[in-house]
């Protein structure tokens, strides 16, 4: 999946295309109305629309888009040699155990499955109990206020992604996602 998030509002008819923000932009490229910022070995980091009709841009303010839904972007990459990365962005994960940070007593150390493998988030959420199913988004992600999700380290300890709420990826709704345990590993769309 691709993020995309419609500018329209303020620069008509243009968007921003998120692929993968743990890559380092070394190069801009421009190709007709779309400018490819990509990464020495040509990977796509992100994609400037400008012109969102041309493209097939929804009205929609921020969603998920799975790269053959953007067949002139796909050809357009494809045939300069461009390297588009479709993974997912945010997933469903259950929350295996929930620790105290060492460091702060106001942070937790979540050990998370997507039933393919276990990985740590630090959060500072009340709500992400052990056993509960709820959406978290990976490195390479972006929230709808431009927040980049990379790997690192909060306070000493190794964190791999981010717990989302409704408000992080622009729903008009308070609190985190969840889910059931059919969900685990699961995309979840926006």
Do not use: W
Request: aromatic share 8%; charged share 25%.
């Amino acid at each position: 999946m691709i993020i995309i998030n419609n500018i329209n509002k303020h620069f008509a008819g243009n968007s921003l295309i998120s692929v993968d923000t743990t890559l380092i932009v070394s190069k801009i490229i421009e190709i007709e109305d779309l400018v490819f910022f990509v990464d020495r070995n040509n990977y796509v980091k992100s994609i400037n629309v400008l012109s969102n009709l041309k493209y097939g841009i929804k009205e929609k303010k921020f969603y998920t888009a799975n790269l053959d839904e953007l067949d002139l972007i796909k050809r357009a990459a494809l045939d300069n040699n461009l390297i588009i990365k479709d993974k997912p962005k945010f997933i469903y994960v259950e929350i295996l155990k929930r620790e105290i940070h060492p460091k702060s007593n106001k942070l937790f150390v979540l050990t998370v499955s997507d039933l393919q493998r276990e990985f740590q988030i630090v959060t500072n959420t009340l709500d992400s109990l052990e056993g509960r199913v709820l959406v978290c988004a990976l490195p390479g992600s972006l929230t709808s206020s431009g927040l980049e999700i990379l790997p690192g380290k909060v306070m000493d300890i190794e964190s791999n992604g981010m717990v989302v709420g409704y408000k992080t990826l622009s729903f008009d709704k308070e609190g985190l996602i969840f889910g059931t345990k059919e969900n685990i590993g699961k995309e979840f769309i926006i």
